[in-house]
């Protein structure tokens, strides 16, 4: 007797649960046939797919396990790897470059990340406008994204420029005194903070496309009860655009935690005045290249791949009760 | 229309034939008459290829041929190009590199030794051979007693002044003449404030000296404290020595009435980071003096001819004291895997020995390393000031964690004219981060030599 007889008699004579029975699971003849049909087209999406499942297991899966033995040997990137145990993470928790890099990275994480939340959000709900020149909105509050950070670099070192820049005219006009954001270890962050709010056009887009998944007669039924702009956005606009906000969320956390470009290209790769701009990336990138301590970056690497993956668990976790999935039911 | 059969088809060849293209790109030329070569930088192209000229004009050269990448070494600061070379089997057989890195990239094996070819091709001993550069220079490529390549520029750091500015002031230029004088840290505080001038604003709008900015590193005023980083005696990282100590105080000192913030404020407006070379504060006349070397004659001679920028000495402590400088510079060494031929040795003597140097050093504007060049006075002539300079010169302690004691004496500096750190806490900070990295090299000595005189024969 088949499993699939099994099956059968337990449906018909016990009264169990009945399986849900597919064509596969037919007459022997039959299921060949479709078993055949079934392989091919799995060949096929794996042979369509399989530049994914190369690059996926060359550029990240390989060289995620690899960094993560490394992290337990003293490397150079040339020479044999030692093996070290576990002296490089006891190592990390004892180096005040660390300590002060992620300091940084959180100081930034902490402020960019809602911040950027929020420019994104206000970016989508301009971009939503019921207007004629709508595209045009779109194009503009989007371009900035395209420009590459370090460009954006370049020219916020030029934008923030103590005496000429246009910041610190801006401030002259209303009478303040010339700041000088690049030359203080607090200010380089918020400079690049300020500047990480160029690129929000990227989660914009993604706000938009939940902004226009939000169906218009629940607007329609909402001003008929007599909500107002604000209500409908509260009540209705925000909760079905939480699925959306957890995304971006997790990416800009994620983003957050590895930014370093800008702080490269500002700080010419020092990282000063004093450390301010030292992110946790840029010192992991010192330790690997600068210094050759491969096996010492892997392991800040994987102490960063750890923290990225608690805090999108921590977040997915939190978001059961913040995010509601039921825009389609809406 | 394409079908799906040809569509996979196609795009399949497609796939094999640019894997197969881009395996192939960088393979290595072979042959012992082929050198591959990473230049001294896209900026420098006509040096590399004066000498490769005069080199295939020789017997040894004429069948040479020398594949030139502009690949330039990045100081301290990034050896993946490198690594990933070496371990790809793409690597150059010739690599123009900032001698500071020599010994670390020696200590992860990414450097072959020259001594077996020294033996093999040359008729006299190592140390004969080696003797015909200056001494700090091979020190500086000198890893557990083996040579790892051949010395090629260097340079001496100095104070660079606009007369202009200082007569503008009342100056006693006699001060500044290093014929006649050599500057004290009173004195030249004493110019520095007479120099810097705000505006209505309070903002600095020109300026007189501090010692944080250019080759103001906390190395060039060590060497003229006393600070030493290794003690080659008990092995240890000394980065915590009162000497240390007196070289942030510095910084404190000076930052106390000139603000770390004021300055870079300063800077930042007339001599931004990554500004192009004419927009340097000294060309503005905004800037009086600044500590710098040799490299900048070039510049000052292009885009600033009529002003009178002139050389003195780097700031002493007291009347009398001895000056000091500190010598970096490049080399051209060998890396792990190259195909070491007697071709190779014959194109390295040749762009490291008298006869490359004496084409390449003028145009440079840095000096010779080659002592028969230097005697010969194969360079500049504005840089005669640091000719003398040389025989009392150093370079910097040649030690396998040097990228690592540039990084954090360089990020305490800033700490400390900031004020977020004491000196002490900057020194004690500093031999924390070194110590256990330099731990890994117990009993690791440089070179008896360093740190002594070297002598240049008189012409």
Excluded at chain 1, 166 to 171: D, E, L, S, Y
Excluded at chain 1, 277 to 302: D, R
Excluded at chain 2, 178 to 189: C, G, M, Y
Aim: aromatic share 12%.
């Amino acid at each position: 007797m088949s499993a699939t007889d099994v099956d059968g008699a337990r449906a018909a004579g016990t009264g169990a649960p009945a399986r849900s029975t597919t064509p596969l699971a037919g007459a022997s003849g039959e299921k060949r046939r479709m078993s055949l049909t079934h392989k091919r087209n799995l060949r096929l999406g794996l042979l369509f797919i399989s530049p994914w499942i190369i690059g996926v297991a060359v550029f990240i899966v390989y060289p995620v396990t690899y960094s993560i033995g490394l992290s337990f040997t003293r490397y150079s990137g040339m020479a044999t790897p030692t093996w070290v145990g576990v002296q490089n993470y006891i190592t990390a928790f004892s180096d005040p470059l660390v300590a002060k890099a992620t300091g940084n990275t959180l100081f930034y994480a902490i402020i960019a990340v809602p911040l950027g939340l929020v420019v994104a959000l206000t970016l989508a709900i301009a971009m939503n406008q019921n207007v004629r020149e709508v595209a045009w909105y779109r194009t503009i509050f989007y371009a900035p994204s395209l420009i590459p950070a370090f460009a954006m670099s370049f020219i916020f070192i030029v934008f923030l420029n103590p005496q000429f820049g246009v910041f610190n005219q801006v401030i002259g006009l209303f009478g303040g005194s010339n700041v000088n954001l690049l030359g203080d270890p607090t200010g380089v962050k918020i400079a690049i903070i300020l500047m990480a709010q160029f690129g929000a056009g990227n989660a914009a887009l993604i706000f938009l496309a939940g902004l226009r998944n939000v169906p218009k007669t629940v607007y329609e039924a909402a001003r008929v009860d007599g909500a107002g702009p604000i209500r409908q956005f509260f009540s209705i606009t925000f909760p079905l655009l939480t699925p959306v906000l957890l995304f971006n969320l997790i990416t800009g956390v994620s983003g957050a935690l590895q930014v370093f470009t800008e702080a490269f290209v500002i700080t010419n790769g020092s990282g000063d005045p004093d450390g301010g701009a030292l992110f946790y990336m840029m010192y992991l990138y010192k330790t690997a290249f600068g210094f050759a301590e491969l096996g010492y970056a892997s392991a800040l690497a994987v102490l960063l791949f750890l923290t990225g993956l608690a805090l999108a668990l921590l977040i997915f976790w939190l978001s059961r009760r913040f995010v509601n999935y039921d825009v389609d039911a809406a | 229309m394409i079908d799906r059969r040809r569509f996979l088809g196609g795009a399949g060849l497609a796939a094999a034939a640019t894997l197969g293209a881009t395996s192939c790109a960088r393979s290595r030329a072979t042959g012992d008459n082929v050198i591959r070569y990473w230049g001294m930088g896209a900026a420098d192209t006509d040096k590399d290829q004066a000498v490769l000229d005069a080199f295939k004009a020789t017997d040894a050269g004429k069948d040479v041929q020398v594949i030139i990448d502009q690949v330039p070494s990045s100081g301290a600061a990034d050896n993946s190009q490198i690594i990933t070379a070496v371990r790809g089997g793409t690597a150059p057989d010739l690599w123009w590199m900032d001698r500071f890195n020599a010994v670390q990239n020696a200590s992860i094996g990414l450097l072959e030794p020259i001594d077996g070819l020294i033996e093999e091709y040359e008729d006299v001993s190592v140390e004969e051979f080696k003797s015909q550069w200056i001494q700090f220079a091979v020190d500086e490529l000198t890893y557990d007693g083996q040579t790892y390549g051949l010395p090629t520029a260097t340079d001496a750091r100095g104070l660079l002044y606009n007369e202009n500015i200082l007569k503008d002031v009342g100056i006693d230029l006699d001060m500044f003449d290093p014929t006649q004088h050599v500057i004290t840290w009173d004195e030249l505080r004493e110019v520095a404030r007479q120099v810097t001038h705000e505006d209505s604003r309070g903002n600095y709008d020109r300026f007189g000296f501090v010692p944080w900015v250019d080759q103001g590193t906390p190395y060039t005023w060590a060497f003229g404290l006393g600070a030493e980083v290794y003690d080659n005696e008990t092995s240890k990282i000394t980065l915590d020595s009162p000497e240390w100590k007196a070289v942030f105080e510095l910084y404190a000192d000076w930052a106390e009435e000139f603000p770390y913030s004021k300055v870079d404020a300063f800077y930042a407006t007339y001599q931004p980071p990554n500004a192009p070379p004419t927009q340097n504060a000294l060309f503005s006349e905004r800037l009086a003096i600044t500590p710098t070397g040799p490299w900048q004659i070039q510049g000052n001679e292009k885009y600033a001819p009529d002003l009178p920028l002139k050389w003195t000495w780097l700031p002493v402590q007291k009347d009398g004291d001895p000056t000091y400088t500190w010598s970096g510079g490049q080399s051209l060494v060998i890396p792990k895997g190259a195909n070491m031929t007697k071709t190779l040795w014959e194109f390295l003597k040749f762009f490291a020995g008298y006869p490359g140097q004496s084409i390449y050093q003028p145009m440079l504007g840095n000096l010779p390393t080659n002592l028969q060049a230097i005697v010969e006075k194969k360079y500049n002539p504005g840089a005669e000031l640091f000719r003398e300079m040389l025989p009392n010169s150093t370079s910097r302690p040649p030690l396998p964690v040097g990228s690592a004691v540039w990084d954090t004496t360089d990020r305490a500096k800033s700490s400390v004219a900031l004020g977020s750190k004491t000196p002490q806490e900057a020194i004690e900070e500093n031999q924390a981060l070194i110590a256990p990295k330099m731990a890994l090299f117990p009993d690791f000595k440089m070179p008896e030599t360093y740190g002594k005189p070297s002598p240049i024969p008189e012409a």
